[in-house]
């Protein structure tokens, strides 16, 4: 996994405004996530965001970069839909780790590409968002005045420019509801186990998770977050090491409680753009994810399920035009509105299938 670049000439390690900034700038759509699957599943909100807090470090500090850790957002948004347990996760997650792993290793990113074309990824990337949304706005008919006032916050941010904040902003308010009500929390210190997924949790739904996430994994954590790297800090790191550190990361993080992660394009321009030009962003940000992982569990808990539902609805309308950047729209809608319909592993199939048939005919 020898990586190479120019960037390295600069400090690799600041803590100035722009790194703390710049580390807000890729927890935009990790901790609504991450809240989400805390509040709706049975999964530890500490464990989740203890591994998010190490790996930000350890990327880190590994590549000198203000590198993204993300979570893999098709598995996520199946287990907050409740299409997958969190057996079935955890499972999905190791099976992806262990193929990015070999794919990384053997340097194949490049040939498995070309067969998942542009309008594949991005259709799954829409099905993603629909479930998300679907999901939302069954939750935010919990409490239809809690709703409002979060669509009403979200409106105020994005009205002001900071689209890509307004899940985050209404997260925070939602807290700051919640410690009003309830007082603040008593913290919490996390065990450390390994607890691995029995084998039931092997199941089709599992399988067919971890092939919608490998599709979303290899455009947009891989190929674009290296096009990014060398774009904003001229850096040379491959796809395909990113793909090995994905695996390793699934691999040592999943047995220990924490949730599918990632790295991502997403995180790598939201750290750019809010600052972030060394790896003391991932440090910073580290840190924050750690004291929320001790504080959290107890908010989260109370946490009024109509914000959180438009928190998720927020993230999906984010993730949906991020999806219909594409350069064929119609099959891109097609393979999300089969994700919403059926699942995100058949709308792959058929996607890809359908896209490799425009290929031939053109």
């Known amino acids: 996994m020898a990586h190479s670049s120019d960037y390295e000439q600069t400090p690799a390690i600041d803590f100035s405004v722009g790194e703390f900034t710049g580390a807000l700038g890729d927890s935009v759509t990790v901790f609504p996530i991450v809240v989400a699957i805390g509040a709706l599943t049975d999964l530890s909100l500490t464990h989740l965001l203890l591994g998010f807090a190490v790996f930000q470090v350890v990327w880190g500090l590994y590549y000198g970069l203000p590198m993204s850790v993300e979570p893999m957002k098709a598995l ?13 996760l955890a499972v999905a997650g190791l ?14 990113l490049g040939r498995i590409t070309q067969y998942i074309g542009q309008p594949v990824i991005r259709g799954v990337q829409v099905a993603v968002a629909l479930i ?17 006032i979060a669509v009403a916050i979200a409106g105020i941010v994005i009205l ?5 904040a307004s899940a985050l902003v209404v997260l925070c308010v939602g807290v700051g509801i919640t410690v009003a009500q309830t007082g603040l929390p008593t913290p919490v210190y996390p065990t450390v186990a390994v607890d691995l997924p029995n084998t039931q949790a092997l199941s089709i739904a599992a399988v067919e998770g971890t092939i919608a996430q490998l599709a ?6 891989a190929v674009a977050t290296s096009l990014l790297l060398s774009d904003f800090y001229d850096a040379d790191v491959s796809a395909d090491e990113l793909a090995s550190s994905m695996g390793v990361m699934n691999l040592v993080a999943i047995p220990l409680g924490a949730m599918p992660m990632c790295h991502g394009s997403g995180g790598v321009a939201g750290k750019y753009a809010f600052g972030a030009r060394t790896a003391g962003s991932n440090l910073i940000l580290g840190v924050i994810y750690a004291i929320a992982a001790v504080i959290a569990v107890g908010i989260v808990a109370a946490f009024p399920l109509s914000m959180l539902g438009v928190v998720l609805a927020l993230i999906a309308v984010e993730l949906g035009r991020a999806g219909l950047k594409t350069d064929h729209l119609a099959l891109t809608i097609g393979i999300g509105l089969v994700g919403l319909v059926a699942n995100v592993g058949i709308a792959f199939v058929l ?12």
């Open 76 to 88: 996520a948004a199946l287990v907050i839909a409740g299409s997958l347990t969190a057996g079935e």
């Open 95 to 108: 099976l992806a780790g262990g193929i990015l792993l070999v794919v990384g290793w053997t340097g194949t």
């Open 132 to 148: 998300l949304l679907e999901t939302g706005i069954q939750l935010s008919l919990n409490s239809v005045p809690f709703a409002l």
């Open 160 to 164: 002001a420019g900071y689209h890509r």
């Open 216 to 221: 979303m994994t290899v455009g947009n954590a």
């Open 351 to 362: 996607g890809a299938l359908g896209y490799l048939l425009l290929q031939r005919l053109q």
